[in-house]
């Protein structure tokens, strides 16, 4: 994959659809979340027309703080899952990547100051619109050894969402797939912050 690779979709449309396209503008993925489903469910497809299906991301309970969300292949092959870590993530969003039922690597709120300051300023009219705006959450993965491995961007914008993935160390091919999926789930949680 070509980094950065950036995550795109429209804040105001019925049902979210993520485009991601690599540093050359070339598709990726497109991401099409399923609605009115108790569990909640992510398809991923290899263009937007949904050609052909690359993997589904789905959670193992309805509506939960701290719900897995498990990856499939299309084949239906286990690639692993993303976590929520409940109680912790009220300070700062922090999830658990999972291969094996085992933490390979973890995703940290790089700044849970601004988190803090988003929620406290969003309350105020007009001053928490601009907090909003102004105050865009990045996100670390980082191996269990705490070696960064990926930075993930929010970028201010009205009507759309646009987060950037950068590499920042060499990982095997499958924790990248992984850790990208990981940080699709991510944007869906997180998409109405900042």
């Not at 899952?81 to 085992?102: I, K």
Request: glycine share 4%; hydrophobic share 40%.
């Amino acid at each position: 994959m070509q980094y950065p690779i950036e995550l795109s979709f429209k804040l105001l449309t019925f049902g979210q659809r993520i485009t991601a396209t690599d540093a050359s503008g070339q598709v990726l993925m497109f991401i099409k979340q399923k609605m009115f489903k108790f569990k909640e469910q992510v398809e991923i497809y290899n263009d937007p027309q949904q050609s052909r299906l690359l993997f589904r991301i789905a959670a193992d309970r309805m509506i939960d703080f701290s719900a897995n969300y498990h990856f499939t292949d299309a084949e239906g092959n286990d690639w692993g899952a993303v976590r929520r870590q409940g109680m912790r993530s009220l300070w700062s969003a922090h999830y658990d990547v999972m291969q094996n039922e085992t933490v390979d690597m973890t995703i940290s709120e790089e700044s849970p100051m601004k988190k803090f300051l988003e929620s406290m300023l969003s309350e105020i009219p007009i001053v928490g619109m601009i907090a909003v705006y102004l105050l865009n959450p990045s996100y670390i993965i980082h191996r269990p050894d705490g070696t960064p491995v990926l930075r993930l961007t929010k970028h201010p914008a009205f009507f759309e969402g646009r987060f950037t993935l950068e590499k920042l160390a060499e990982i095997p091919e499958d924790d990248e797939l992984r850790s990208l999926m990981a940080s699709i789930m991510l944007v869906l949680l997180e998409r109405r912050r900042g």
